[in-house]
């Protein structure tokens, strides 16, 4: 005989709906306004409920989401209400009686409106035709299953599978990176181990848990205007521990919490909390987060080792030009340490020996000779190369721009690195490892950390009491006076 509603108010302020249709504590029509001006200028792919394929610019529905970025779409404000989806190839989608396609400018077929139906499912309405997009791309009049709804999944921070995935997390606005230390979340003005994050793939597509190396600690963000916590719980039992990725024009990024939609928010006085201010309006939760890829460049030293052979890319000495594959330990010897400079262009990097000073060079398409060459890298494309994903997250392929070709560690007991042109996703042959070996290289690097060279400020020579026809540094042991 009765029916039970429950009725609510409207958190949004000035709004005077009250009814029963809550979304997250909004009306629809304030939830919608809310998710769409996240998304403005953001990327994001959009994904069908019922058969898991992703809308893509290339006319192609990807069932994989990373497969390339024809999949992602910047949602753009046309009027009130209405949208334009653009396509990372600049193109827009275009909506057509019965169908759809790519169009190089905005008219009316190219406007849409986002009909939500819960948290993240939407009804994509094409406003010329007043029909459904489903999910084999065709438009319908009706909206009658899943077919028709689309999960909205923002975009996922390009993770390179350097270093183990470490980040750090900085302030846009104040000298802050985001550090654990004594259990206790706080900002530093330097970067240091406490500031090491690693982002964890959670079982929803683009939701991650950030966890703090140092500590194993996760990000907490479960509790709205409050101050952010780490936690040691299980983040696929505990949906605060879990954040999306939003990123803008800017370049910016913002982490925004999955479980109130709060986004994070680096301010003054050391404190970080999650608030629902907007992002355009509230520089504090625009962050910058630096991947390994940035890190490289920084004058971090490595070692390379071969998967396949065990061994160390040997850089040798200034005269030679040949690298080779070592199986010394690498930790004290600089011969097999190796830095990463910036190019031209930036998806690569040059390769350059600490102990030769020459830069690995990648050749002719054909040619599998490995040399190493003193040329400036900087718009050199024999000297670039690129770092790609293999099946194994913690090695990937090195491959050269110029040839085209991958860096091949042979087999154990082999000296001779190659350049091969096989498919790197699973042979180990062409798979390597970053192993860091210290934080900088500085003018009078020498691998050992309590060890130095001497360098007169007069006239640049080193301190040696070797022979006088022996050019190499003598290492001594020094006290360092305060």
């Not at 409207?10 to 009250?18: D, E, G, I, R």
């Not at 939500?116 to 939407?122: A, F, N, R």
């Not at 400036?376 to 690129?386: I, K, T």
């Amino acid at each position: 005989k009765h029916m039970q509603v429950r009725l609510f108010q409207c958190m949004t302020l000035n709004c005077t709906f009250f009814g029963s249709k809550e979304l997250l504590g909004l009306c629809s029509n304030c939830f919608r306004n809310k998710k769409l001006k996240v998304l403005e200028n953001s990327r994001f792919v959009l994904c069908n409920v019922e058969t898991g394929l992703y809308l893509s610019g290339s006319d192609v529905l990807h069932t994989d989401p990373y497969i390339d970025d024809t999949i992602s779409w910047t949602l753009h404000d046309s009027n009130t209400k209405h949208y334009t989806l653009e396509s990372i190839n600049g193109l827009f989608l275009f909506g057509e009686n019965n169908s759809i396609k790519l169009s190089s400018s905005v008219v009316d077929n190219t406007t849409w409106t986002f009909e939500y139906i819960s948290k993240d499912v939407i009804l994509l309405k094409n406003c010329s035709t007043n029909k459904y997009l489903e999910s084999t791309g065709t438009l319908i009049a009706n909206y009658d299953d899943a077919n028709t709804q689309w999960k909205i999944v923002p975009v996922q921070y390009r993770l390179r599978k350097l270093l183990y995935d470490q980040f750090t997390i900085s302030s846009t606005v104040y000298n802050a990176h985001l550090s654990v230390v004594d259990g206790e979340l706080v900002h530093s003005e330097l970067v240091d181990d406490h500031c090491n994050w690693v982002f964890e793939n959670m079982p929803d597509d683009g939701v991650f848990a950030v966890k703090n190396v140092e500590s194993g600690g996760y990000l907490d963000g479960s509790v709205e205007s409050a101050v952010v916590v780490v936690d040691s719980k299980n983040p696929e039992d505990d949906d605060g521990l879990q954040w999306y990725f939003n990123s803008d024009v800017t370049e910016d990024f913002i982490l925004q919490s999955k479980l109130g939609n709060g986004f994070l928010c680096m301010g003054s006085n050391n404190t970080t909390t999650i608030t629902d201010s907007d992002p355009s309006d509230n520089y504090c939760v625009r962050l910058t987060i630096k991947n390994s890829d940035e890190n490289l460049t920084s004058g971090q030293v490595f070692s390379l080792l071969s998967k396949s052979s065990g061994g160390y890319l040997d850089g040798r000495n200034s005269s030679l030009t040949n690298p080779l594959i070592t199986f010394r330990t690498p930790e004290n010897d600089m011969y097999l340490h190796w830095v990463f400079e910036k190019v031209e262009h930036s998806d690569y990097f040059a390769i350059k020996s600490v102990s030769g000073g020459g830069y690995l060079d990648g050749r002719a398409p054909g040619m599998s000779e490995l040399l190493l060459t003193h040329r400036n890298p900087y718009s050199d494309s024999y000297l670039h190369w690129s770092f790609i994903d293999v099946d194994d997250k913690d090695y990937v392929a090195i491959q050269s721009r110029s040839s085209g070709g991958y860096l091949d560690g042979r087999n154990s007991g082999m000296t001779t690195p190659l350049i091969t042109f096989r498919n790197p996703a699973s042979d180990n042959y062409l798979q390597w490892k970053f192993i860091k070996m210290r934080d900088t290289l500085s003018k009078c690097y020498i691998p050992d950390d309590n060890l130095y060279a001497i360098d007169s400020r007069s006239s640049g020579g080193y301190f040696d009491r070797r022979n006088p026809s022996m050019t190499t540094p003598y290492n001594w042991m020094v006290d360092l006076l305060t």
